[in-house]
């Protein structure tokens, strides 16, 4: 079955720090990649996606690149804030048919902690 | 632009009592519609996925159930709550097709008590 395997963490930064957060996966064929993201007592929002491999996904200066050869997504920031302090959710979603069709597998999701 | 309601935000129930979480989809037709549950601000566990009216998935045996009475609305509910039912409900949509992500509401906090 398909599976997503992210760091455990949780991850202390200071600010303005590099940020990494790993992720890879199983699955067969193509899936679809995304990185969501939580703030304390809220639901979850799309950070970015990236549909096929050597596709970039970025969005509010984190970036994530679809590795096929490594099967794995991680995501990166440059220059961490304090704002950017929540849980990091990476997920597949199988993009051809059969049962799984259309459902997200998520990682355990790793909680990021930024300090001033 | 689509947007997405869930209500309530918290709920605090007694055990044995039953259960209604609403939501509803703004903005596009014939959705999937996705209820979880988050235990301890974590991991995602779905517990249904509905493709239609009518037509509900259950992803895990368990005391809650689902319905979707029309298009744009998906409603988690429970005839007498467990002290395992508390968690943080999330629902979700999407439009068809795999690539597609999912956008999440805004969640339930629901303690059994």
């Known amino acids: 079955g398909n599976s997503v395997t992210q760091m455990e963490g949780p991850v202390t930064l200071s600010e303005e720090a590099f940020l990494t957060i790993n992720c890879t996966y199983t699955?067969?064929?193509?899936?679809?990649l995304f990185w969501y993201v939580q703030y304390p007592g809220e639901g979850l929002q799309l950070l970015l996606k990236a549909t096929k491999a050597d596709d970039k996904g970025s969005n509010k200066g984190f970036e994530a690149t679809y590795r096929k050869e490594t099967t794995s997504f991680h995501l990166e920031k440059g220059s961490v804030q304090v704002s950017d302090s929540a849980v990091y959710f990476c997920?597949?979603?199988?993009?051809?048919?059969?049962?799984?069709?259309?459902?997200?597998?998520f990682g355990q999701g790793t909680i990021l902690t930024v300090h001033p | 632009s689509q947007t997405i309601h869930q209500w309530p935000a918290t709920l605090v129930q007694p055990v044995g009592s039953p259960l209604s979480l609403e939501c509803t989809v703004e903005g596009t037709s014939n959705p999937n519609l996705y209820w979880y549950r988050q235990a301890a601000g974590r991991g995602l566990q779905l517990l249904f996925y509905?493709?239609?009216?009518?037509?509900i998935s259950s992803e895990v045996p368990q005391n809650l159930s689902a319905s979707r009475p029309q298009d744009r609305q998906f409603i988690l509910s429970s005839k007498k709550l467990l002290l395992s039912d508390s968690g943080f409900y999330l629902c979700?949509?999407?439009?068809?097709?795999?690539?597609?992500?999912?956008?999440f509401g805004d969640g339930t906090r629901l303690s059994i008590l």
């Open positions: 699955a067969t064929g193509y899936p679809s």
């Open positions: 979700a949509w999407s439009e068809l097709g795999g690539w597609q992500p999912q956008h």
């Open positions: 509905s493709v239609g009216i009518g037509q």
């Open positions: 997920a597949l979603s199988p993009n051809a048919g059969g049962t799984s069709y259309g459902k997200l597998t």
